[in-house]
């Protein structure tokens, strides 16, 4: 049992199909997979269509952007149902609110003098939910930055002009969805959110309080000593405990099913599905 509740395709910021994607889970030896494209499910049906052949368990999954105190926070979604009308509709308004912030994103780097750029970064998306990563390969492409972490640092990642994440739901609203489709809603990748500890145990209280019911423990090469923290706020707050790569493409430091070991004393998301 090897459960990956944690990574992206090309129909958002991924490198792989979905089917490239859920064959690469298999070779790694994933036996249950949750593909999390950001604000879409439009990899679902591809994906779950190639874990049959492979018998891999497909979870459904999203990774939702939303907004808690002004800072952007990423809720998974785990396990709703793909049909339920109000979370189509909440998709669908995700999918406008991207393309929208992709806009302005587009306006002012323009208004820095970098020309072009929308037309560069719409074509990279090539159909997929826009975000940020594919303004990064635009910015590479016309060689303003020479890598990734380069056009996050100077353009698209937090203050920068870039970043605009004001038009994002509130987190509670996001969690709302998530648990009327009969879903999990799990907070993502806590340790990435440069926050204190005071301030990350609030957002994790209100998120609770929302009707929040699961946290990524293990988030790709998590610290130990970070997860055994998000252990005891699971026991704490109720959480269920998930984990997953986060995987968006081959890379030296990310795969498949390859993360952190879970630690001891939790109650795994995954048994929910287990069969
Ligand atoms: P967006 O969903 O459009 O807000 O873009 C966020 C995505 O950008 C994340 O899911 C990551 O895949 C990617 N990302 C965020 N920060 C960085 C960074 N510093 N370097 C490379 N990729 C990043
Ligand atoms: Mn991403
Ligand atoms: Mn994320
Ligand atoms: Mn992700």
């Given at each position: 049992m090897l459960a990956d509740l944690h990574c992206h395709s090309l129909k958002s910021d991924g490198d792989l199909s979905p089917s490239d994607l859920v064959d690469r889970a298999a070779e790694q030896g994933v036996t249950m997979l949750a593909l999390t494209d950001h604000d879409t499910i439009n990899g679902l049906a591809e994906a779950r269509a190639r874990a049959e052949m492979h018998n891999i368990e497909l979870i459904s999954g999203i990774e939702f952007s939303s907004v808690w105190n002004g800072i952007g926070i990423h809720v998974v979604g785990l396990g709703f149902d793909e049909t339920h009308p109000e979370m189509l509709a909440a998709i669908a308004r995700q999918e406008d609110c991207r393309l929208l912030r992709a806009k302005t994103i587009a306006e002012r780097l323009e208004k820095l003098g970098i020309k072009g750029i929308w037309d560069k970064a719409e074509a990279i998306a090539n159909g997929a939910q826009i975000g940020r990563p594919h303004f990064a390969q635009a910015l590479i492409d016309m060689e303003k930055v020479s890598n990734m972490a380069q056009a996050f640092k100077r353009y698209l990642g937090a203050g920068k002009p870039g970043d605009v994440k004001t038009l994002w739901p509130d987190i509670t609203e996001v969690v709302g969805w998530i648990r009327e489709a009969g879903g999990v809603a799990v907070v993502a990748h806590p340790d990435k959110y440069k926050m204190t500890n005071t301030k990350l145990k609030s957002m994790l209280k209100a998120f609770a309080e929302a009707g929040g019911?699961?946290?990524?423990?293990?988030?790709?090469?998590?610290?130990?000593?970070?997860?055994?923290?998000?252990?005891?706020?699971?026991?704490?707050?109720?959480?269920?405990?998930?984990?997953?790569?986060d995987f968006h493409g081959p890379r030296p430091w990310s795969e498949l099913g390859k993360f952190t070991k879970m630690p001891e004393g939790v109650n795994p998301v995954w048994t929910h599905w287990a069969n």
């Amino acid at each position: 049992m090897l459960a990956d509740l944690h990574c992206h395709s090309l129909k958002s910021d991924g490198d792989l199909s979905p089917s490239d994607l859920v064959d690469r889970a298999a070779e790694q030896g994933v036996t249950m997979l949750a593909l999390t494209d950001h604000d879409t499910i439009n990899g679902l049906a591809e994906a779950r269509a190639r874990a049959e052949m492979h018998n891999i368990e497909l979870i459904s999954g999203i990774e939702f952007s939303s907004v808690w105190n002004g800072i952007g926070i990423h809720v998974v979604g785990l396990g709703f149902d793909e049909t339920h009308p109000e979370m189509l509709a909440a998709i669908a308004r995700q999918e406008d609110c991207r393309l929208l912030r992709a806009k302005t994103i587009a306006e002012r780097l323009e208004k820095l003098g970098i020309k072009g750029i929308w037309d560069k970064a719409e074509a990279i998306a090539n159909g997929a939910q826009i975000g940020r990563p594919h303004f990064a390969q635009a910015l590479i492409d016309m060689e303003k930055v020479s890598n990734m972490a380069q056009a996050f640092k100077r353009y698209l990642g937090a203050g920068k002009p870039g970043d605009v994440k004001t038009l994002w739901p509130d987190i509670t609203e996001v969690v709302g969805w998530i648990r009327e489709a009969g879903g999990v809603a799990v907070v993502a990748h806590p340790d990435k959110y440069k926050m204190t500890n005071t301030k990350l145990k609030s957002m994790l209280k209100a998120f609770a309080e929302a009707g929040g019911n699961g946290l990524e423990v293990v988030s790709g090469a998590t610290e130990v000593t970070f997860s055994r923290r998000m252990v005891e706020i699971c026991n704490e707050l109720g959480f269920l405990a998930s984990q997953g790569s986060d995987f968006h493409g081959p890379r030296p430091w990310s795969e498949l099913g390859k993360f952190t070991k879970m630690p001891e004393g939790v109650n795994p998301v995954w048994t929910h599905w287990a069969n």
